[in-house]
Structure formats: structure tokens, C-alpha cells
């Protein structure tokens, strides 16, 4: 039985990366960092029915003898970094935790892996917005990179530091540059989420209205499901590399607004209002990924269409509503 260890096994995409490698006869690891709401840290892996098939470790990525102790415990044959402050509308405000917990505890996650365990298969979850100010058209593994957040510059940190130890220390360590993927375990301070939750609470009458910022931005969207295989598929390749994971086609939030508000019976303009605190520092405008490499190499291509999410997503936030619950 091949052992897994997941940082941020706890937000979206360690979720659903725990239900999957749980499906392939993983032991699966999580480490959480402990705080006042430990009693409902576990909601997603809850939501999916497999909180009780993972065995939870306190740590703290920027406390590396945290890190060390878990994987000597561990002995992992596989070590998935999700973990991150990955709000990027926090990154402004708290630029200097992103920095330490999003691209030193990155840094961190490499040299305990090298101490304690360096023939573990290491993946580090990089991100679309360190292509920002976009420099072409299509961003694929060998486009220029210019963040425009301290969440995708503490992300890019994290990104060259997994090529260096990769380069330095030989080991096997892949990033996956992914673009915004979704669900139902979506965080509800993220637009998408935002979206669906306030359809979801129009529709059943709790409110009347829903406040945005930038409808214009356009982003490449997936199922963070479908992603979080492409997750497993890099370390089960002979060399390790950089991929972009993407749908290769780009939807602004005024579409998927329009799409959600569709669905349920509603229209978007009686219940919008924008509001100018929602609208970034510096803004990202469009994100398109190029996401040929992974199709070849990999296999990999996403398997669900943006209307399929989005009902997905609308039909869980009408369910939660109805029942009073909250994620």
C-alpha cells in the first residue's frame, strides 16, 4: 500500500485528491494546522464521506521540525503541497503571511522532504496567477511569468524553488500550473462560489440582491476534480516536469453569473450590484491556459464542461441553503 501525504488535505482540492488516491488503495496522510475552528476543519472530507479513512497530523508549513516529524512518521511515497494562503484578495492585505506560509513553506515542504525522505515523488500545486499580466495569447509551461498579486508572486517562489531542488538534489519534484478549477467545496469567499451561494439564497428568498466586482475578468475554469487527477498522473511519470492544466477556453464572471442565474429561473440583472470593494489592487484580466503538454504526456484532458459544473455547484449551495448548512 502506497502512503500519501497532503498538505491542505482539508480545502478543495486535497479533498478531492484524498477521495481519489483513497479509490487507488492509499494509506492517506493529511497534515492540519490546528486553530479555533478545528472543530469543523474537516466539512469537505466530511462532505465526501471520507473524513473518517484519513489519518490527520498537526504541523504547520512554516514550521519546518513540523514537517520533519510528520514525514518521519509517514514515510510517504508521494507528498502532495496544496497548502497555501490562497485567497489572493487576503494576499494584499496580508502580504507578508502569504509570502511566509504560500512560498517559504513551499521551501520548507522541499528541504524536509529532502532530510527526511528524498525518494518521495513530490508535487508542488503552482498557479495560473503567476502568469498575470499575461505576455501571450495562450499561457503554456514556456510563457513568461508576471504575478500580479503577492499570491502569485509568493506562488512563483514556490514554483522555481520546486524546479531547483528538482535540478539540484535530483528529485523527483513536478509542478502543476493549474488554472481556476471549481466545486461544491469551493470556498465561499471565491467568486465562483460566491455566485452559486447567492443564486442559491435568491432563489429561496433569503436575499434579493448579490454584490460583485469586476465582471469583466475572464478566467480558464475547470472541475477541481478532473484537476486533482492530473495531480496524481504527474507523479506516476517516469521524469518529473512542469504542466499546465487547463480547459483551454476562457469565461468571463459576467458568463458564468449569466450561467447560474439561468439555471435557476432567474435573471442576473434584476438581483447584481457591483460593488468597487470588490475589485482588485492590480487586475488580472484574462487567463487562458494551453494545456497540449498534459493532453499528450500525461493523458489528461478535462472532462467537464463549464455548464455541468456550474449546475453542480448551483444544485449543492440550493441543498445547503434549504438545510441550513454551511461551507
Known sequence: MKSALITGVTGQDGAYLAQLLLTKGYHVHGLVRRSASADVVDTRLKWLGIADKITLHDGNLTDITSLIR???????????????????????????????????????????????????RFYQASTSEMFGLIQAERQSETTPFYPRSPYGVAKLYGHWMTVNYRESFNMHASSGILFNHESPLRGIEFVTRKITNGVA?????LEETLALGNMDAKRDWGHARDYVEAMWLMLQQE???????????????RDFC?????????????????????????EVEV????????????????STTLEELVREMVD????????????
Do not use: C
Open 70 to 120: 510528520i514525514m518521519q512518521s509517514v514515510k510517504p511515497d508521494e507528498i502532495y503541497n496544496l497548502g497555501a494562503q490562497s485567497f489572493v484578495k487576503s494576499s494584499w492585505q496580508q502580504p507578508i503571511l502569504t509570502g511566509q506560509v504560500t512560498g517559504i513553506g513551499a521551501a520548507n515542504m522541499l528541504e524536509a522532504a529532502r532530510i527526511v525522505a528524498p525518494g518521495a
Open 201 to 205: 439564497r435568491i432563489k429561496l428568498g
Open 287 to 302: 487567463l487562458l491556459g494551453e494545456p497540449a503538454k498534459a493532453n499528450k504526456k500525461l493523458g489528461w484532458k478535462a
Open 258 to 282: 449569466k450561467l447560474a442565474f439561468e439555471y435557476a429561473g432567474l435573471n442576473m440583472e434584476d438581483h447584481i450590484v457591483i460593488d468597487p470593494a470588490y475589485f482588485r489592487p492590480a
Open 316 to 327: 449543492a449551495d440550493l441543498d445547503r441553503v434549504r438545510q441550513g448548512l454551511r461551507l
Open 239 to 253: 521524469t518529473p516536469d512542469d504542466y499546465v492544466i487547463a480547459t483551454g477556453q476562457t469565461t468571463s464572471v
